[in-house]
């Protein structure tokens, strides 16, 4: 029973931490990406401000808007997966422990931001096959 | 007790992810690099041929279905350390260690033999579920811990390879759920609920590797320090 009960403990402990982190190296590949002025635009971004935490669903909704480029749907869903339980993991412990409510709102932030690239390269993607459309009729 | 819809869907998904890991890691010119890898992805998509032939041919409740699923679980295990050891091997592979890391698996192997022989032994007139539940469960422990000291190498390390993080960061959620799961049947031999949750984990670890080998680049590189939790 101790045994079962102590191994239970410690495999969630490092479950939780495993996935934080494999979330992390998922979106790691977004942070050296800056974002371009047109993202900028249409998602209403201040040239200088950063991504705001609580912008992930809107951009989110903005990137189901566009055509889907095939190859990022497990991504989009698997940080959309961690953003949630980030949130209610967030208000959770608004109260009991600042600094990691503090420390999912940057995580959070991460997410917002991966969505903008997300987006982005969705527009790209767009204007890409619009450009290819217009060639082809041409 | 007959498979449902579900358990089939589970299945099914499973068993093509695994054919696509293999696939990827030919395709993607990765076969050398992760040999014991795909290797253990294509004898994981030969057992679950395997289970689908023996429910159909002698059913979900018999004893063949029992010993196949646990033996086969038993050997997939072992195959999955080496894995693990393999992973090692890449980590350190730079401070030319890998004689001694060799060393020390052929011993970790041997005491866990050692020890899973032991305890079958003690309990060969009556092997029941639990017992085995316990023994995986003790199993899929050691596996957490390997991974665990694993990760800690690669963050000490430094290591930057994001193919290579990714691998091992899948790697150690299933361990940890398995181990968890396992445990938790130990605790709550009735939770009927519990029953979903392997054949869940079997299809995070083909997807997660699946994903990485079709999305991440072998010359995709991340700073490791960001991983860690609690870091900015």
Known sequence: MITASLIFVISLATLLQFSISHCRSILASSRKVGLSDRVREVAGIDGQSSVAAEDFRRLLELVRLCPERGDDQSEIRAVGTYYGALDVFGRACRSIIPSLAAWTERERQSCS???????????SYSRDLLTQQGGDRL | MQLGPFDYAFWLVGFLLEAYVVVCSFYRRAFLRYIPLTIYMFIVALVNGGQYHII???????????????????????????????????????????????????????????????????????????????????????????????????????????????????????YSATAGTYALRNLFPDASMLRWVPPIIGVWLPLAWAYTFTRVSEESRLVTARLAVGTR
């Not at chain 2, 004893?63 to 350390?81: A, E």
């Not at chain 2, 970790?108 to 539940?133: E, G």
């Not at chain 2, 665990?148 to 091992?168: D, H, N, P, S």
Request: hydrophobic share 50%.
């Open chain 2, 56 to 174: 159909h041919t002698y059913g979900l409740r018999s004893s063949q279905y029992f010993y196949y699923y646990y033996y086969s679980d038993s050997l997939l295990f072992i195959l999955m350390y080496l894995v693990v050891i393999h992973f090692y091997q890449q980590v350190f592979a730079e401070m030319k260690v890998e004689r001694y890391i060799r060393g020390a698996a052929v011993l970790l192997l041997a005491a866990t033999a050692l020890f899973s022989y032991i305890v079958v032994h003690d309990h060969k007139d009556h092997l029941t579920t639990n017992f085995v539940v316990e023994l995986e469960q003790n199993l899929s422990f050691v596996g957490v811990v390997l991974i665990y000291l694993l990760w800690g190498a690669i963050l000490k390390l430094r290591e930057t390879r994001t193919r290579l993080i990714q691998l091992v960061l899948a790697l150690g959620i299933s």
């Open chain 1, 113 to 123: 931001y991966f969505a903008a690239v997300a987006l982005d390269r969705r527009i």
